[in-house]
């Protein structure tokens, strides 16, 4: 049984194949279908009759599936079958694989770092980001898994106090102006006899009360859309 990643990667097959690592394949462009489902099956072969290097191999197996993506309908379930994997990892892998091209890799950090942050985030500045983290900071997979679950909860919360100070400014700007709504109402008779020069200087003097009348007339007449800050009318 073979457990040697050199010894492995002198057994993948010369066509098609651009750069053969530990951590990944980079597939050269243009592989015809037949060629890439043939790797498929090749790496497969390989994760059965190995007995280690487990992580290079299902990291393999995520390039080959990434390249193929388009055309690729059933071929985890196929190659969990066939290996022993489980679908979900393979999924993963191949999502790590899409986000974090072979030439992105940390040769430093092992594929499961490489997992921990492929799986958690999606913008490439942050994942080589938080993969630079690991490999300075000499995070253990553990350890960065740790960490980057912190950051997520932190993140949370910040976005509850935000989401919760601008319902409570929401709040008191309504009250504010139903309290103001109420006096305009009972002295209706007043001001609608107001002259033109006092009319003018109402508007002047009231010009944020306009401006906000204004953006909600128009807001209003906006598609109807879930906003997280929308206030129920009472």
């Known amino acids: 049984m073979r ?3 050199d010894q492995l990667v002198r057994e993948l097959p010369v066509t098609g194949i651009a750069r053969a690592t530990r951590l990944g394949l980079m597939l050269k462009p243009g ?17 059965r009759t190995s007995a280690g290097a487990r992580q290079t191999l299902t990291a393999w197996l ?3 599936l990434a390249y193929g993506e388009a055309g690729g309908r059933g071929l985890i379930t196929e190659c969990a079958a066939a290996t022993g994997i489980n679908p979900g990892t393979l999924r993963n892998a191949k ?8 030439s992105c890799r940390h040769d430093a950090l092992s594929w ?3 997992c921990e942050v492929g799986i958690a985030f999606a913008d490439p500045q942050e994942i080589e980001r938080w993969l630079a983290v690991a490999e300075s900071e000499g995070l253990s997979a553990m350890a960065l898994r740790r960490r980057i679950r912190a950051h997520a909860a932190s993140l949370r919360e910040q976005r509850g106090a935000s989401l919760d100070e601008a319902s409570i400014t929401a ?12 006096m305009l109402d009972r002295r209706r008779a007043a001001w609608r006899e107001w002259s ?8 002047q003097e009231l010009r944020a009360v306009t401006d906000f009348v204004d953006t909600m007339r ?13 206030i129920e009318a009472n």
């Open 3 to 5: 457990t040697d990643v």
């Open 31 to 47: 592989l015809e279908t037949d060629a890439w489902r043939g790797l498929v099956t090749h790496v497969a072969r390989l994760v």
């Open 62 to 64: 995520g390039d080959v």
């Open 95 to 102: 999502m790590v694989c899409l986000r974090i091209p072979v």
């Open 112 to 114: 499961t770092h490489h």
């Open 171 to 182: 709040f008191q700007l309504m009250r504010e102006l139903r309290a103001g709504d109420r």
């Open 196 to 203: 033109p020069e006092a009319a003018k200087m109402a508007l």
């Open 218 to 230: 128009a807001r209003a007449l906006e598609p109807a859309t879930s906003r997280p800050h929308d």
